[in-house]
């Protein structure tokens, strides 16, 4: 097991942000730097291990502070909120589901698109966007103002998912238009990396939760997907006050399904 956690890492290591000049060239102690960091995170998180991803998501923070000690302490507290932390399956489902249903409500025709697509709600074209938050997304500078607008709202609110939601709205209409197949879709999205304006999709993402926020209220399925901010809590922090915010239904009550789950 460690053997191939250790040869894994390896490979990892040498192909992290080498354009970066706090990792370029060869025999760079900073990339040995980050290779021991995610090798002692291997070794105390053994149920974890090493997710490939996850020197994706060090990188910065070891370049940011510049050292392997504070460098390692700040991985083990990004770690406790990444997808990575279960190798990317339970954590992942539950951000695309609530992706999903936060859709229907915000973003009715996209949705009903993909519902009509083969394989358009499994959501493949976001899936790199939740695993490393938009990292490979944005030039270096602008995905570290990413994180900090998702670690604002952390542990209470899951930003990411409006941030992916922000991109298929501004983003999406060529896809409507095109009724691009999944595959398309996928490689259209990809190629949206390093182009998009994070001034743009942050406005944007703030916007959808303006919107939720200001709904009188929310399908249940929604309010069983965030149990964390029934209070409200998670807007004040995002600065937007929200007092009474009803969750179940009028129509179910939280009684069978909801019926205003999907657009008729």
């Known amino acids: 097991f460690w053997q191939k956690v250790q040869c894994t890492v390896e490979k990892d290591v040498v192909r992290t942000d080498r354009s970066q000049p706090f990792f370029a060239g060869d025999n760079n102690p900073n990339t040995a730097m980050l290779q021991e960091i995610l090798l002692c995170y291997a070794a105390r998180e053994p149920e974890i291990g090493y997710t490939q991803g996850m020197s994706d998501l060090l990188a910065p923070l070891l370049a940011a502070v510049q050292d392997e000690v504070d460098a390692f302490a700040c991985f083990v507290g990004l770690m406790r909120f990444s997808v990575l932390m279960d190798g990317g399956h339970s954590s992942m489902h539950r951000q695309l589901d609530l992706m999903r ?3 229907v409500v915000q973003l009715p025709p996209f949705y009903s698109f993909l519902a ?6 499994d959501l493949l074209f976001c899936h790199r966007w939740l695993l490393l938050s938009f990292k490979r997304e944005f030039p270096h500078a602008e995905a570290l103002r990413v994180w ?30 095109r009724r691009m197949p999944v595959d398309e879709m996928l490689l259209y999205f990809s190629k949206l990396s390093q ?6 999709v942050l406005h944007q993402a703030r916007a959808l939760v303006h919107q939720l926020a200001a709904m009188p209220f929310v399908p249940c399925r929604i309010a069983a997907l965030l149990p964390r901010i029934l209070d409200g809590g998670a807007f004040e922090l995002s600065g937007v006050k ?3 915010w009803r969750f179940s239904c ?9 019926p205003r789950r999907y657009p008729s």
């Open 250 to 258: 009028e129509e179910c009550r939280g009684d069978g399904p909801c």
């Open 242 to 244: 929200k007092t009474a």
């Open 148 to 177: 900090e607008a998702c670690w604002a709202s952390q542990p209470y609110f899951p930003f990411t998912v409006f941030l992916c939601l922000a991109v298929a709205a501004v983003y999406g209409n060529e896809v409507l238009e």
């Open 101 to 103: 249903e936060v859709m």
């Open 116 to 121: 009509r697509t083969a394989g358009g709600s």
């Open 195 to 200: 182009q998009m304006s994070v001034e743009v």
